[in-house]
């Protein structure tokens, strides 16, 4: 069974930088698109960004494009999400998910095969 597990949340404040981590079992890897997602209060879950098998592709939300890196380190069975410059409106639950198959449609959380259980990040004003 794949486990996926995410740490590194917190309270920063606004402007403030955070790395998030989400480390995948098992030896099928390298071979997962790797998703970032959230759910803020009271909201839906929306996409974050995503990373290609190999890392050499990334697509990003509006709302975090240019302020959020997804990398991936394959050796260590691990996908990363660095934040910057927070904002308030990045509050939320985050959560780490993996995907076998296409990559052109890797902002669809239904299309993701496990998840984890969400690290929370909060930022204040």
């Known amino acids: 069974q794949v486990q996926v597990v995410e740490s590194g949340g917190g309270l920063v404040q606004a402007g403030d930088s955070l790395r998030l981590s989400c480390t995948v079992s098992g030896r099928r890897f390298s071979t997962y698109i790797m998703g970032w997602f959230r759910q803020a209060p009271g909201k839906e879950r929306d996409f974050v960004g995503s990373v290609s098998q190999r890392g050499d592709e990334t697509i990003y939300a509006d709302s975090v494009k240019g302020r959020f890196i997804v990398s991936r380190d394959n050796a260590k069975n691990t996908v990363y999400l660095e934040m910057t410059s927070l904002k308030p409106e990045d509050t939320a639950e985050y959560y780490c998910?993996?995907?076998?198959?296409?990559?052109?449609?890797?902002?669809?959380?239904?299309?993701?095969?496990?998840w984890g259980q969400g690290t929370q990040v909060t930022v204040s004003s």
């Open positions: 998910a993996a995907k076998l198959g296409r990559w052109d449609d890797s902002w669809l959380q239904g299309n993701y095969d496990y």
